[in-house]
């Protein structure tokens, strides 16, 4: 089945220890983003990879990290998480097969918290 | 910068009834736009999209949306909803030189029997 995975679902954490949230996608699409979703804000990207080793950022990329190593995997890393990272989080692939702008299909979302 | 505007943050329309969906653009060249559909607990889904040529386009779950450039608009229209139509929905736009995609914050649907 064609997917978008993330681990974990749901995380609660403390201020300042690090962690990851994985992303997997088995479509092999080049095309991979995060995204956080916050009430009345929508969702805001906050990191983009147009393939392996080629990332860029979106629109709220402060306190955060990626990696694109391999094709189908694209980890969000918070290396000192805060309170005000305390989001849902969703990862997104696409195929850039004609245009980047392909439909997008999205993980399940993870859920963090940050006290 | 780019910014997408949904005016309404919450709808309740009756079964059957007639939805109409907001959706603004600020953005100086062609957008690829794009509707998409978020029930509760789950991710997002495509509904449609428009690069370019007939504005009025067609989507999936019987949804249409019609870009309008000289109003900078691209509105979600369905004739009659039905109750598993109840979700949020997100406006998107991207731009043509990079591959930023910007969401507007949302409408939610209520739909009453």
């Known amino acids: 089945e064609a997917q978008v995975t993330q681990n974990p679902r749901y995380l609660i954490t403390v201020t300042g220890k690090k962690l990851t949230v994985t992303c997997s996608q088995n479509?092999?699409?080049?095309?991979m983003s995060w995204y956080r979703q916050d009430p009345g804000l929508g969702l805001r990207q906050i990191y983009y990879?147009?393939?392996?080793?080629?990332?860029d950022k979106g629109d709220v990329p402060e306190g955060y990290k990626v990696s694109r190593k391999e094709k189908r995997n694209f980890p969000l890393i918070l290396e000192s998480p805060s309170p005000n990272q305390t989001s849902l989080y969703f990862c997104a692939s696409s195929s850039q097969a004609g245009t980047v702008y392909n439909e997008q299909f999205f993980g399940p979302g993870t859920r963090l918290t940050v006290l | 910068a780019q910014s997408v505007t949904q005016p309404d943050i919450h709808i309740t329309v009756s079964e059957g009834a007639s939805l109409e969906l907001r959706c603004n653009y600020s953005y100086g060249a062609t957008p690829y736009l794009f509707w998409y559909v978020q029930s509760p607990g789950q991710g997002l889904q495509l509904l449609l999209k428009y690069f370019s040529g007939d504005t009025l386009v067609q989507g999936i779950k019987g949804f249409e949306a019609e870009f309008k450039r000289s109003q900078s608009s691209f509105n979600l229209r369905k004739p009659s909803v039905h109750w598993s139509d109840a979700a949020e929905y997100f406006c998107a736009v991207g731009r043509s030189n990079d591959y930023k995609l910007s969401f507007g914050a949302g409408t939610t649907v209520t739909v009453r029997a």
């Open positions: 990879s147009m393939n392996v080793e080629v990332t």
């Open positions: 479509m092999n699409h080049e095309y």
